[in-house]
């Protein structure tokens, strides 16, 4: 992680290629140094974070007031520092029997700040400040300034669950694990009003770019893991499946066993596992198979590979049985030489620098949040399943020579609807996941597709896709605007890639013409955008038959509905 | 360590915090005669001091210097000790 001084620095360059990310930035105690941070950690990810910062202590002012600077600047994300130690002179001010509905005030001012801004709202949470006004008996007293804070800080996780915009920024978090004395100088405090310490900015702006990253669709998708002295402690080929250090009884093995319990628990979150070892492969799979005490199984895993090969080269193997960004892969192995060959060859792998103790790995690993989300839904533990079926079509398709034969065999079938109640939290997050196979990569969260649902203005379409070997669950998304009476316009179109070359594009497009037909209207006109990531879509219209418009400020094609002949494809409506 | 070498140690801190290598201080420089030397630039140098000579300030030195040589002073208390 970057130093302050190094963020600051980041400030002198030449920002004027990167995408900008207009932000607002109140708070209710010195900002500067924390706007500073932020804007520095933006170049860090790849943004130019353009920051409106509001007057010193306009929190309110700034939200009640609809004619505000706040409402004028049109942010996506607006920051909001509210500090415990203003909320402890909040305290200190009101009359003892009044006390106990500190946290509630506070919670009714976020709930209307949620319901006036449409921006998505990143809010610290409330580090502890542990007065010892009553000592450990606090816990037993609702008024007492420990109680309410605590109370806050879980009625805000609430909140957050029920306002779709509000994302809380962890910072009692941060002071856990960074501890109140580093967070906090109160030195600088006293004289500046300045509340975290120069040594924790760069870990909140690095936690507060985490969230805004994540809803910008750089999440991280996959974890690959190295075996030996990662997973377990010592040598498979050299020391045997049964003589490895994990779980309880050899060893440091309860270091391997947690962590194990850890990377299990992201795979039950929906991260991607993949094994990249220097090992024979039936010698690298004995463990999962034989030894009780692993805890991780072979089931557990989406891709294995164990050959003698240079990991660089089986990390592209496993990127493309994914077909996933190498920017959203995370590489851990415990051998330095391993690692600095991954960052040299494949640079947008993340490949944290794990410590020579095992011991350290864990608490070194929580202290980078490496996978921060901006959404989940259950269906990300199938994800693991998914792909292992993906790994298994691979195979197949290998033996049929014609590709038609191959596709034919999979026995295809989608299933169309609109956006609903199951579906519409799979929809948003594809939406922030998908980078390749996306038009013109607008991002929706939840509440922004409730209201598409609900609109007469547009008209959407969300496909799944199963078939002989599993089912792949939501898949794609169509998302058409009603421009005039005859014309349809392609406000969103992705797709995930898992389900490239499937002809899933000609399906989705022989549904929304048929749509079209049906209901009156003359041609549909669709735009690409173009990002770092999608070129891969840079041609979909033209090759979809789609015709390029001439005189305009985008890439937009437009094709005719009346002469559209449906595209082959092999895949049926499910009824 | 004598008053020379602190001030010449505080004369690096304040170029790589300042980004400014021709920085000169002397005993009687001000923030007034050095541009990029704010209120908040200001807590950076502190920490960096603090850090450099492993001693901390008080929050009333941090008010209270009117120039670098009472700065120093403050210094060369706390090194001393």
């Known amino acids: 992680m970057k130093d302050f001084k190094q963020l600051k620095r980041n400030l002198k360059k030449d920002l004027s290629s990167l995408p900008s990310l207009k932000v607002a930035l109140l708070g209710d105690s010195a900002t500067q140094l924390l706007a500073t941070a932020l804007r520095g950690e933006g170049v860090e990810r790849g943004f130019h974070i353009d920051l409106y910062e509001a007057?010193?202590?306009?929190?309110?002012?700034?939200?009640?007031?609809?004619?505000?600077?706040?409402?004028?600047?049109?942010?996506?994300?607006?920051?909001?520092?509210?500090?415990?130690?203003?909320?402890?002179?909040?305290?200190?001010?009101?009359?003892?029997?009044?006390?106990?509905?500190?946290?509630?005030?506070?919670?009714?001012?976020?709930?209307?700040?949620?319901?006036?801004?449409?921006?998505?709202?990143?809010?610290?949470?409330?580090?502890?400040?542990?007065?010892?006004?009553?000592?450990?008996?606090?816990?037993?007293?609702?008024?007492?300034?420990?109680?309410?804070?605590?109370?806050?800080?879980?009625?805000?996780?609430?909140?957050?669950?029920?306002?779709?915009?509000?994302?809380?920024?962890?910072?009692?978090?941060?002071?856990?694990?960074?501890?109140?004395?580093?967070?906090?100088?109160?030195?600088?405090?006293?004289?500046?009003?300045?509340?975290?310490?120069?040594?924790?900015?760069?870990?909140?702006?690095?936690?507060?770019?985490?969230?805004?990253?994540?809803?910008?669709?750089?999440?991280?998708?996959?974890?690959?893991?190295?075996?030996?002295?990662?997973?377990?402690?010592?040598?498979?080929?050299?020391?045997?499946w049964e003589n490895l250090q994990v779980g309880h009884g050899l060893g440091i093995g309860k270091a391997f066993t947690e962590l194990q319990q850890w990377v299990k628990k992201l795979k039950e979150r929906g991260i991607i596992l993949a094994v990249c070892s220097k090992n024979d492969e039936d010698k690298a799979k004995e463990p999962f198979e034989k030894n009780p005490e692993m805890v991780l199984r072979l089931e557990d895993i989406a891709v294995f590979v164990a050959n003698w090969k240079n990991k660089a080269d089986n990390i592209r193997t496993i990127q493309q049985v994914l077909n996933i960004g190498f920017d959203s892969m995370v590489f851990l192995d415990d051998n330095p030489f391993e690692r600095n060959m991954v960052r040299t060859e494949l640079p947008d792998v993340t490949v944290p620098e794990l410590p020579d103790d095992p011991s350290l790995y864990l608490e070194f690993l929580y202290a980078q949040n490496l996978f921060e989300t901006a959404s989940y839904s259950t269906a990300d533990s199938d994800r693991t399943q998914q792909y292992r079926v993906a790994a298994q079509r691979m195979v197949a398709a290998q033996a049929f020579t014609n590709e038609a034969d191959f596709l034919k065999s999979l026995q295809m079938e989608s299933e169309v609807t609109g956006f609903n109640a199951f579906n519409t939290p799979r929809v948003a997050q594809l939406s922030q996941r998908s980078n390749q196979f996306n038009l013109r990569t607008v991002r929706y969260t939840e509440q922004q597709i409730e209201a598409i649902a609900a609109s007469p203005e547009y008209v959407p379409f969300a496909f799944t896709l199963a078939d002989k070997f599993g089912d792949n669950g939501l898949i794609g998304v169509i998302i058409?605007?009603?421009?005039?009476?005859?014309?349809?316009?392609?406000?969103?179109?992705?797709?995930?890639?898992?389900?490239?070359?499937?002809?899933?594009?000609?399906?989705?497009?022989?549904?929304?013409?048929?749509?079209?037909?049906?209901?009156?209207?003359?041609?549909?006109?669709?735009?690409?955008?173009?990002?770092?990531?999608?070129?891969?879509?840079?041609?979909?219209?033209?090759?979809?038959?789609?015709?390029?418009?001439?005189?305009?400020?985008?890439?937009?094609?437009?094709?005719?509905?009346?002469?559209?002949?449906?595209?082959?494809?092999?895949?049926?409506?499910?009824? | 360590m004598n008053r020379q070498d602190i001030l010449d140690k505080v004369q690096d801190i304040?170029?790589?915090?300042?980004?400014?290598?021709?920085?000169?201080?002397?005993?009687?420089?001000?923030?007034?005669?050095?541009?990029?030397?704010?209120?908040?630039?200001?807590?950076?140098?502190?920490?960096?001091?603090?850090?450099?000579?492993?001693?901390?300030?008080?929050?009333?030195?941090?008010?209270?210097?009117?120039?670098?040589?009472?700065?120093?002073?403050?210094?060369?208390?706390?090194?001393?000790?």
């Open chain 1, 480 to 575: 058409l605007q009603r421009q005039d009476a005859t014309t349809l316009f392609v406000d969103t179109w992705f797709m995930s890639c898992r389900v490239l070359k499937r002809g899933m594009e000609h399906f989705m497009l022989n549904t929304i013409v048929a749509y079209a037909h049906q209901h009156g209207f003359r041609r549909i006109v669709g735009e690409y955008l173009p990002t770092a990531k999608n070129g891969m879509v840079a041609d979909h219209y033209p090759q979809l038959g789609f015709v390029s418009m001439e005189d305009t400020a985008t890439a937009l094609f437009a094709l005719d509905v009346e002469a559209y002949q449906p595209k082959e494809c092999y895949i049926k409506k499910k009824r």
């Open chain 1, 55 to 240: 007057e010193y202590n306009q929190v309110e002012r700034q939200v009640l007031d609809r004619t505000s600077e706040l409402y004028q600047w049109g942010a996506k994300y607006v920051v909001v520092f509210q500090s415990t130690h203003k909320l402890m002179e909040r305290h200190a001010l009101l009359p003892p029997d009044e006390q106990r509905r500190l946290a509630d005030e506070r919670l009714a001012f976020v709930r209307q700040l949620c319901q006036s801004v449409e921006a998505h709202i990143i809010y610290y949470n409330y580090p502890e400040i542990e007065d010892t006004v009553f000592g450990s008996y606090a816990n037993k007293v609702e008024a007492s300034f420990t109680y309410q804070v605590r109370k806050l800080n879980y009625e805000l996780m609430r909140l957050s669950a029920e306002q779709k915009n509000l994302f809380i920024c962890d910072l009692a978090a941060i002071q856990h694990k960074m501890g109140r004395d580093r967070l906090f100088d109160p030195a600088v405090y006293v004289s500046t009003e300045l509340l975290l310490s120069i040594d924790a900015l760069p870990v909140v702006a690095s936690r507060t770019l985490d969230v805004m990253c994540a809803l910008e669709g750089q999440a991280k998708k996959c974890l690959i893991l190295d075996l030996d002295n990662t997973l377990w402690g010592g040598v498979v080929g050299d020391d045997g």
């Open chain 2, 14 to 81: 304040f170029r790589d915090i300042l980004d400014n290598d021709d920085l000169v201080l002397t005993n009687e420089s001000t923030a007034d005669d050095i541009e990029e030397w704010d209120s908040l630039t200001h807590i950076q140098l502190i920490k960096a001091i603090e850090k450099d000579f492993s001693i901390r300030f008080t929050s009333r030195e941090i008010l209270s210097w009117n120039n670098v040589g009472e700065m120093i002073d403050s210094i060369v208390v706390k090194v001393k000790v």
